[in-house]
DNA sequence: CATGAATGAGAGTTCATTCAT
DNA sequence: TATGAATGAACTCTCATTCAT
C-alpha cells in the first residue's frame, strides 16, 4: 500500500508561481485528481484521508482548507462529473429517433468514457476487491438521468413499455461489467464492447457479435 | 454507527456448556455470520475487525483464535458459499438443453437466493454506497464458474458463437443491478426479475414484457 | 463553541481608510478587545490564539503584527488594565481615613467594576469551568497593590496588625467569589454585595445584614 | 513543560503480577492520580488527555479503557472525592452547636485537608495561571453541600438569617484564597490559617489575630 | 502592513493485534 | 481456549506560525 500510494503520488511540482488564486485553483485540482485515483484504486469505503494527502504533495492540515472530509472531496468529484460529463451523455440519448440510436448511444458514450478515463472505472486487481468499483463519482453521476431518459424514451414510444427501473438497472450492470472485461484486454476496444451491449439489448444473445474477444472482431 | 452495530449485535448469548469442540465451531459461525452481517452492512472495505467483534458477543482476542484478519474471514465465508450455494447453480446450467433454459437458470437461480438472502447482496443505503455490494463473498462466488460453463454451452451449440468473457459479464452485471432493483421493491419478486432478465437476454429489449414493475406483471 | 465564537465576533468592520498609524492602533485594539471576550470566556487556559482571531476581522497573519503569543496578548491587557482601573481604587483606598472607609472602597469599587463590566469577572458557566476567572487580566492587576496598601494601611494604624497576606487574600477571595454570586443574580447589586463584605470584614458574621437575597435588602 | 510532565512522570513501576483485576483498579488509579497531578499544574483548561497519558507509564490508547475523555477523569476524581472528603467536613459542620465551632469546622478541615494534600489546591506558580486552582475537583466538590448546611444553620438559629448564598461565597473564596497564601509559606500552618479565618468571620477585622504571618501566631 | 494558504507538529481517538490470566 | 486490557501505529482534525503576495 505503501509503495502503491507513492506510485499514485503526485510529483508534477511545478507550481507557476503566478498568482494566489491560481495556486489555490491548483491545489483544489490536485487534491481532486488525487482522491479520484484513490478512490478508484481502493475504493471509497477503504481509503482515508490521509490517504488522499499522501497521494499529493500537500501536507496534511492542508487538504483541510479545501475540504472538512473524504465526503465532501467526494461530492465535489461527482458535482464536477455531473457538470463535465453527464451532459453529453444525455444529450446524445436525448436526441435519438431510434431505439438502436438509444441504446448504442448509452454503451458508445459509456465505453467511450471509460476508455479514456481508464481511473474513473479502475478495475480493482487488488486482493480483496473484485469487481468495478461501481461507486466512483464519474460513474455514479448519470444514473438517475439514465432512468429518466429510458422513461422518457418509453413515454415518447421509442422503448417498448417495460420496466424503467429494471430496465436502467440491466444497462447499468453490463456497462459496468463490461467495462470491467474491456478494461482488462490490452488495448481496450470501446467500439467492440459497445457494439456487443448494444446487439444484446436489441435482439438478445441470438443477436450478439460472432466469435469476438474485442480485439479483431468480425463483424458487423 | 454505533446503534447500527448494536442492532447487528449476534444476541443469542446462550452457549449451550456441552463438548469443547461443538463450542469452538460454534463461534466460527458466530464471527462469519456476524462478518457477513457487518460486511453487507459497511462494505468490505470500510468495516474493520472490531466493527466484526463488536457484532458479536465473542471477546477481540477470540477473533484470532479463528481467523487472521478481515481478509481470512472473507474468504471463509466465500469458501463456505462455494459449498453451498453454487454447486446448485452450477447443476441448473448443466443439465439445460435450450438457451432459454440455460439463461433462465442462471437467473432464476441467482434472484432466488438473493430475495432468500437479502444480506447476501445488500443494496447498502448507507451515505456513500450507492450499489449492490458486488464484493459480497456469497455473490462474488461463482463468476468464474458462470464463465466456464458459458464457454461449455458455446462449446456444445447451445449458445451462439460470442464473446464469452463479454457474455459473462453482462449477465453478471445485470443480475446485481436488477437484484438491486429488486430488492428495493417490497415483496421482491424474483420470478419477476428472472423473467425480465430472461426476455431480455433471449430476446433483447424488443422482448422484455410489456409494463411491469415487478408486482404484476401483465405477461404470462 | 462555533456559534459562541461568531457571537463574539467583532463585526464593527468599518474601517475608516484614514491615516495608516490609526488603523494599525486600531487593529491592536481589536485583537485586545477580542482577546478580552474570549479569555472571559472560555478562560486563559482553554483559549487559542485562533480562538482570539476568530473572534476578529482580521486575517491570522496579522495577529502577529501585533503580538507574538496569546500570552503578549494577556499582558497587554493587564498592562492596560493597570493604567486605567487601578489608579482609581489604589486613590479611595490612599484617602480613606477609618477602617470602614477602607474595607468599604476597597468592596464597593471592585463591586462596582464587576457589574459595570460583567465579561470582566465572568462566572464561567460553561462546562467545567467553576468559579470565577481570577486569571482575568482586568481583576489580576490590583492584586499586588491591594497588599501593599493594606500594610501601608496596617503602618499607619488604620487597620489592626494583623498579617498582611492573609488579610489580603481573604479580601481578595471574597470579592471575587461573592461577585460571581452578585452575577448570578439579576440585577446584579453591587451596593448590597458590598455593604455585606463590607459588614463582615468590619463585625463578622454577627454584623452582616439581616435576611437580605441582595435584592430587597432590609438593613439600609 | 517537556520537563515538567517528565517530572510529573508516574515511575512506580512495581506492578505486583497479581490478578487481572487488581492491575485494571490500579491503572484507572495510575489515571486518576496523574490526572489530578497535571490538573493542578496547568490547570483543567490547559491539560490535554495526553498530558494526563504522559504523566503515566500508559500508552496511550490505554487512557480511553477507562475513560472517554478528560471530562470523565475529572467526573471520576470529582466523585471518588465527594466520597471521601466532603462527608467528614459536613459532619463536623452538623454537629457544631455555636457559630464558631461552625466556622471553625469549616476553615480547619479545609486548610488541614489542603495542608495534607498540597495538590489538592496547588497553587499554580506557572506563567499565567494567577491564583489558586479553585476548579479542582478535590475542592470544588463540597461547594453545594456548605451552602446547604450554612442554609440549615441558618435555619436552626445557628447563624444569623443573612444571605446564605453571599455568605457561602465568602467562606469559600477566604478559604481558597487564603489557602494559596498558606501554601506558600514553608511549613504550611494550616493551624493558623484557620485561626485567621474564623476570628475575621466572628468578629471582622477587629478581631483578627495581632501581627502574625502564620509561622510564629502570638494567639489568642 | 494585511492577508490567508501552507505547513507539520500534535491533539483526540480508534484500530489491529498480542499476551498474561 | 476465551478473555479483555495493553499497546503503539495510524487516523481525523486543529493549531501556531510563516511567508509569498
Known amino acids: 500500500m505503501e509503495a502503491e500510494l507513492r ?3 503526485e510529483t508534477s511540482d511545478i507550481r507557476i ?12 485540482r490536485v487534491i481532486l485528481d488525487a482522491a479520484r485515483r484513490v478512490f478508484a484504486e481502493f475504493g471509497y469505503g477503504a481509503t482515508t484521508v490521509r490517504d488522499i494527502i499522501r497521494a499529493t504533495p500537500l501536507a ?3 487538504f483541510y482548507n479545501y475540504f472538512r472530509s473524504k ?3 467526494f461530492q465535489a468529484l461527482r458535482d464536477e462529473t455531473a457538470l463535465a ?6 444529450e446524445a440519448r436525448l436526441k435519438t429517433e431510434t431505439p438502436e440510436a438509444f441504446v448504442s448511444a448509452v454503451f458508445q458514450t459509456f465505453f467511450a468514457h471509460v476508455a479514456a478515463n481508464p481511473a474513473d472505472a479502475l478495475a480493482i486487481t487488488r486482493k480483496h476487491a473484485m469487481h468495478v468499483r461501481v461507486d466512483t ?4 453521476a448519470g444514473f438517475e438521468e439514465l432512468r429518466e431518459d429510458i422513461e422518457a424514451a418509453i413515454a415518447r414510444g421509442l422503448l417498448p413499455p417495460t420496466d424503467p427501473e429494471f430496465l436502467t438497472a440491466a444497462m447499468v450492470g453490463v456497462a459496468f461489467e463490461m467495462a470491467k472485461a474491456m478494461q482488462k484486454r490490452a488495448p481496450a476496444n470501446a467500439e ?4 456487443f451491449a448494444t446487439a444484446l439489448f436489441l435482439g438478445g444473445i441470438a443477436a450478439l457479435p460472432k466469435q469476438g474477444n474485442g480485439h479483431a472482431p468480425s463483424t458487423h
Chains 1, 2, 3, 4 share one sequence.
Open 85 to 90: 460529463v453527464r451532459p453529453a451523455l444525455r
Open 137 to 140: 463519482p464519474e460513474i455514479v
Open 60 to 62: 496534511s492540515g492542508t
Open 192 to 195: 467492440a464492447a459497445a457494439r
Open 17 to 28: 508561481p503566478g498568482k494566489r488564486a491560481q495556486a489555490k485553483e491548483q491545489n483544489r
Open 7 to 9: 506510485r499514485l503520488k
Open 71 to 73: 465526503e465532501e472531496v
